[in-house]
């Protein structure tokens, strides 16, 4: 069985036709946690990569094939995910790096990228200063300056006087913790406490009884997705948190549409902002849902890392598309600067300036539909939102 498993985490899968004389292979260096904390997103980041070759594997020039590496990073492991990266880039040739579930990761493959001007299209990592490490990394996911930043302007707007702030003592923590801040606060708010939790922590209980005895209105959370938003919202509820009228608030990683159904009805009223939920009601996202639920089981949904992948692979089709196969990785990048997709989550775009995903931010409220715990759509908070961090620091 493991045997087995590593086989097909290390194997490669080619899609395509197949050309014979003159076929061009484009080599795709897929890197997640398929092992170790998150591995959980892991899969459905591979399940997401599999889904779109399935139903787009046709949609390649005719003689182009492309060819998938898997890697298993196992977690936030930067030296790992280093080695893995200088493997696929100096022995095996890819054509992009992209995936990567971890910021500190993504770090050290940017390095690697940099380096080897090879292209680098980050599927998840969310802090902020990652794409300015070089002008070959590029990001579809998000930032947690995109969604924190809005969501203290709501706080500070919707009668929330007094919040506490528990962050992952790491990149999109801190950065979670300063943009929250400073929404909140320039709209009069008071940041009562800002602690930082380990990032493997599974305990949250003893955060959970110090927030309680602060009495605030909120408590604001970051941890990344994953078994810990689980492991949040069971601290928040079994500890009387609900009843004490302290509310839920965070990004949307703590609420992530996979964990839902191990949540509780506790959790009911959370409030988040995020790029992505699979109750969105838009088409794209109905037959991306549809898709996904024909391949894995009506039961199933898919998450915003699902769709991170999803998105990112419509960008690396694209280029593949624009260069009719034969991959040169400036040309990569020019490609992906001002890219433009309708995505599940709405209209994206990767601004030409900076590389980082420009998208819209909605306002979610965690709810019972149809007897099933939801992140239901409010509104679209703020439009086209460019990474804050970089416009308020104009950074590149
Ligand atoms: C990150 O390490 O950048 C990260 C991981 C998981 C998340 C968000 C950010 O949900």
Do not use: C
């Amino acid at each position: 069985m493991r045997l087995l498993r590593t086989l097909v985490v290390a194997g490669a899968v080619s899609i395509g036709m197949t050309g014979g004389a003159g076929a061009q292979t484009v080599k795709v260096g897929f890197i997640t946690s398929y092992t170790g904390q998150n591995a959980t997103v892991g899969v459905l980041m591979d399940k997401a990569l599999d889904l779109y070759l399935k139903e787009h594997g046709k949609d390649l020039p005719a003689g182009v094939k492309v060819e998938v590496l898997r890697r298993d990073d196992t977690g936030p492991n930067p030296e790992v995910a280093k080695r893995l990266a200088t493997e696929l880039v100096t022995r095996d040739h890819v054509d992009v790096l992209t995936g990567v579930i971890w910021t500190p990761n993504a770090m050290a493959i940017g390095q690697v990228a940099d380096q080897g001007k090879t292209p680098f299209l980050i599927m998840n990592a969310g802090t902020s200063s990652i794409t300015t490490v070089s002008p070959y990394v590029a990001r579809v996911s998000f930032t947690l300056w995109q969604s924190s930043l809005p969501l203290g302007q709501w706080a500070a707007k919707n009668n929330l006087k007094r919040v506490y702030v528990l962050t992952s003592d790491y990149g999109p923590g801190n950065d979670a913790r300063d943009a929250f801040t400073k929404g909140f606060t320039d709209g009069g708010g008071t940041v009562v406490e800002a602690v930082k939790m380990p990032i493997s922590t599974q305990d949250f209980a003893p955060y959970m009884q110090k927030v309680k005895d602060t009495k605030p209105d909120a408590v604001f959370v970051f941890v990344p997705a994953g078994i810990q938003a689980t492991g949040v919202i069971k601290a928040y509820s079994s500890l009387g948190l609900p009843q004490a009228g302290i509310k839920l608030i965070g990004p949307g990683d703590i609420t992530p549409d996979e964990e839902l159904p191990n949540m509780g009805d506790f959790a009911i009223g959370t409030i988040t902002m995020f790029h992505y939920s699979a109750a969105g009601d838009r088409p794209a996202n109905k037959a991306f849902v549809a898709a996904w639920k024909r391949a894995y089981g009506a039961d199933t949904n898919p998450n915003f890392n699902a769709v991170q992948v999803w998105d990112g692979m419509q960008a690396i089709f694209d280029a593949i598309r624009a260069q009719k196969g034969k991959m040169a990785g400036d040309k990569t990048m020019e490609v992906w600067k001002g890219w433009k997709f309708d995505s599940p989550r709405g209209p994206i775009m990767i601004d030409p300036d900076t590389r980082d995903i420009v998208q819209d931010e909605y306002l979610r409220r965690l709810d019972k539909v149809n007897g099933k715990l939801a992140n239901v759509e409010l509104e679209v908070f703020a439009h086209a939102v460019k990474d804050p961090w970089k416009v308020l620091n104009n950074k590149r």
